[in-house]
């Protein structure tokens, strides 16, 4: 079975491809690709979601936060510390590498994500109790990204695809290093560190700004993730040795390698039906990942939790079915290595004059690389989530 179901390719929610310019002679998916696919409009999200909300206004029920997510992301990490603490002394036993595999990957891919899902504010109504869980979250991680990360991904809701901004997409250099398939491959079993790398090296965040010195970095949320951290990771090393750090370790890297769950780094906006730039999958393991396989569901509404995107998708039906979905996570990831017209050059770019709905102001002059402010309106091209502000 093809791990990509395509249902009515031809058609969008409005009855027309999302993106006709998408579309050219050269997407066969026989032979490898030397570019990008490149698209002259805007993401598609913002103005679906603008359609949405005046077709079914009761969308907006949808938005609000889970108090489900922090007993979730609390489990997660307890059965991580518990793995660690009981493999203690096992590291050169297969008891410790099939646990990393199994047990870890699918825990700290799911932290990932958990994380993910607070980095919008959908676990708790105020600010602070989100910023500490995702700290908590981070901690089976090892290395402190969560503040990190919301930066970079913020801009990826926001100017997804957009040349240089969105830190989603592999660089030029990247995509021409592994376009075959042994280059594929390598990079299936190292992407996580791609993914957790990329941003900060190739890209600029724009939506939010970053710490420019030592003391705005001090009274940041950046040293809050450092603070909580860093003592934790020394606590365990100090009481129990190197060995549970090994296993937060390979159990990150198994998750981000060739992993049921690592499916989706791939699955989520590699274009595999020439036209469209966002797939979303349906299937058991979204239970396990915090349901981010409802990935056009969530493009479209961030401020959406997790366990509400079902229901969002059964108000506006024929703005979904028609999409290409994704069947399976593990099988795309094969499928990626194995087909040759796929790599890292299967991701639609565009240039920043056109993000935003064409009022980014990056494009050119004295004012390039600045981002108008986040609205609050989640009609707005500019929203990104609950909060607006543009601090560190």
């Known amino acids: ?11 969008s929610s409005s009855g027309t491809k999302e993106d006709p310019q998408l579309v ?27 359609e949405m909300l005046a077709k079914y206004p009761q969308i907006r029920s949808l938005m609000r936060h889970e108090p489900i ?59 602070l109790p989100n910023k500490i869980l995702a700290c908590i979250g981070n901690l089976p991680i090892v290395f402190p990204f969560c503040v990190e990360f919301k ?32 280059g ?3 990079f299936c079993i190292t992407q996580i560190l791609f993914y957790a790398l990329r941003p900060t090296f190739s890209v600029k965040p724009v939506t939010y700004k970053m710490p420019k ?23 365990v090393y100090l009481n129990f040795g190197l060995t549970p750090i090994l296993y937060f370790l390979f159990s990150v890297f198994f998750g981000g390698s060739i992993h049921p769950m690592a499916g989706h780094f791939i699955a989520e906006h590699y274009v595999m039906t020439p036209g469209y730039e966002t797939y979303s999958y349906y299937g058991a393991l979204n239970a396990l990942a915090f349901n981010v396989g409802y990935h056009n569901e969530h493009h479209d509404f ?17 703005y979904y079915e028609s999409l290409p979905q994704t069947e399976s996570w593990f099988m795309t990831i094969f499928k990626f290595i194995g087909t040759p017209g796929l790599g890292p050059y299967s991701r639609v770019k565009r240039m920043p004059a056109v993000a935003d709905g064409g009022k980014f102001v990056g494009s050119s002059g004295k004012d390039a690389g600045v981002a108008p402010a986040v609205e609050n309106d989640v009609g707005s091209v500019n929203f990104v989530g609950r909060e607006a502000s543009a601090s560190f």
């Open 1 to 11: 079975m093809s791990p990509l179901r395509n249902r009515n390719t031809q058609l």
């Open 24 to 50: 050219s002679d050269d997407d066969s998916l026989s032979k490898r690709r030397s570019d990008f696919h490149w698209s002259g409009q805007d993401e598609p999200h913002a103005a679906r979601r603008k």
């Open 69 to 127: 997510t922090k007993y979730y992301v609390l489990t997660l990490v307890a059965i991580q510390f518990t793995a660690a603490f009981l493999l203690r002394n096992s590291w050169n036993t297969w008891q410790f590498w099939v646990t990393a595999y199994v047990v870890g990957g699918t825990c700290s891919s799911a932290l990932v994500l958990g994380i993910h899902e607070v980095t919008h504010f959908l676990a708790f109504k105020q600010f």
């Open 151 to 182: 930066k970079y991904h913020m801009d990826h809701h926001r100017f997804q695809g957009v040349d240089g901004i969105d830190g989603d997409v592999p660089t030029l250099f990247e995509a021409y290093l592994f376009n075959s398939f042994a």
């Open 184 to 186: 594929k491959l390598f």
């Open 213 to 235: 010195t030592f003391g705005e970095f001090i009274v940041s949320w950046h040293a809050m993730n450092f603070a909580i951290q860093l003592p934790v990771m020394a606590l």
């Open 302 to 318: 961030p401020n959406v939790p997790w366990t509400l995107l079902p229901q969002l998708r059964k108000i506006a039906p024929e």
